[in-house]
């Protein structure tokens, strides 16, 4: 069996696959590690356990995983080894990992130099991969980047008008993220379509709390929202996107800000959260702007039109679009912000029919038009697939 761990600052979530990945045995969320109010939800088939506990750090939510899946009642393993490889999800591989690894000394070392590149992320994949080595001695660990998507990005849309030397000495360049959740809703989309990857041009609207607009040219990332940190492009959840660097000079030299308070304006307290004064969930942003909250409103149009904006710059870029698909928490089931954006994109050739947008997911990806020139495709994100995917290829291959 494979185990997938996708461990965040103060969450761990996992998924357990059979060797031959053709079912999911269990899975599982263990939430607000190190705050209060902890919990853990065990699935397993249709049956959901919840516990409720104080998780003290990653090592107890590690902890209370294993309870959970051995527990005689809810477990559906008998002892450790019956997981013969386990896969990770890390968010920053630089220009040292262009493609999945398999765990040793070395690549720990790369992870970690890696760190200062994603200081909120890395350090709690790198957590989860040290856990899962102690609790699981001899099996093999394989990491899968969220960059490594990217890397297919030519160098003049990812280099920086910086001084040069900058960028080749120091790694600054354009990087991107949730590069395993565009890999694998572009290919299910070209799937769906019926049509060779290799023959599509793509945007792929990843849309969560951590937002990812990618351009996908013949299977091929070719540009990215996200840039050198985890804060730019698009508003986030938290994160402040693009704006103009000018302002942290007036944040530290007029304003007297420190360097790491600035970080944590761009990071923790922007994006919707800093424009609606409320909250980082869009769920709760658009039901407040439809209750009449106008910093709420301000939220979703600042989104919305962001979103139109890139969607219009990449196509320009691949010089033409067959498919826009919404993936993740807001781009899977928002269907409001999915009207809002493609209202604005019938000069690309979208168009959307309402009634499909309603019920989208529920076994109807395609919410085209049936005049739209482009299809307009909703596909759940399966980030844990493709982890568990490269973990079985890589394991094989050594074996």
């Known amino acids: 069996m494979i ?18 990945l053709a079912e999911v045995i269990a899975s599982g969320i263990i939430a607000k590690i190190g705050e209060a109010g902890g919990y853990a939800d065990h699935k397993v088939d249709d049956g959901k356990t919840r516990v409720v506990r104080d998780i003290a750090d990653h090592q107890a939510a590690f ?6 899946l051995l527990s005689p009642d809810i477990g559906v393993i008998t002892e450790p080894a019956q997981i013969t490889a386990i ?8 220009s040292t990992f262009v493609e999945s690894v398999i765990v040793n000394d070395q690549v720990m070392e790369g992870l970690r130099a890696c760190s200062t590149f994603a200081p909120l992320h890395n350090p709690c994949n790198i957590a989860g991969i040290e856990e899962a080595m102690r609790l699981f001695p001899g099996t093999p660990n394989v990491v899968v980047f969220d960059t490594a998507f990217h890397q297919t990005v030519p160098q003049h849309a990812h280099v920086y008008a910086l001084p040069y030397e900058l960028c080749t000495d120091h790694g600054i360049r354009r990087y991107g993220f949730h590069g395993t959740s565009c890999r694998y809703v572009s290919q299910a989309a070209a799937d769906i379509l019926g049509r060779p990857i290799e023959a599509l041009s793509m945007v792929i609207c990843h ?22 940190g985890t804060f730019c492009g698009m508003p986030m959840g938290t994160r402040a996107g693009d704006f103009d660097p000018a302002i942290i000079f007036h944040l530290v030299k007029t304003l007297g800000m420190s360097i790491d308070e600035v970080e944590a304006i761009c990071y923790k307290k922007s994006g919707l959260l800093g424009l609606s004064g409320l909250s980082n969930d869009m769920r709760e942003v658009c039901e407040a702007a439809a209750a009449g909250n106008k910093r709420c409103q301000l939220a979703v149009d600042v989104f919305v039109y962001q979103l139109r904006k890139q969607i219009g710059a990449y196509v320009a870029a691949m010089n033409g679009l067959d498919a826009l698909v ?3 928490g807001i781009g899977e089931n928002s269907a409001e912000i999915r009207k809002l954006v493609c209202s604005g994109l019938g000069v690309l050739g979208v168009a959307i029919d309402e009634d499909l947008n309603q019920i989208a997911r529920n ?18 994100t399966d980030e844990e697939r ?14």
């Open 363 to 380: 076994g109807h990806p395609d919410i085209s038009a049936a005049d739209a020139r482009v299809a307009t495709l909703v596909i759940p």
């Open 3 to 20: 185990l997938t761990i996708n461990c965040g600052s103060s969450s761990l979530k996992y998924q357990l696959y059979s060797a031959d």
């Open 386 to 399: 493709m982890i568990a995917t490269d973990t079985l290829q890589l394991t094989m291959q050594r074996a």
């Open 326 to 328: 919404f993936t993740a």
């Open 63 to 68: 902890t209370l995983m294993m309870e959970n």
């Open 207 to 228: 849309l969560g709390n951590g937002v990812t607009i990618d351009a996908v040219k013949g299977g091929q990332s070719v540009d990215t929202s996200i840039g050198f």
């Open 87 to 94: 896969g990770h999800r890390a968010v920053h591989g630089g």
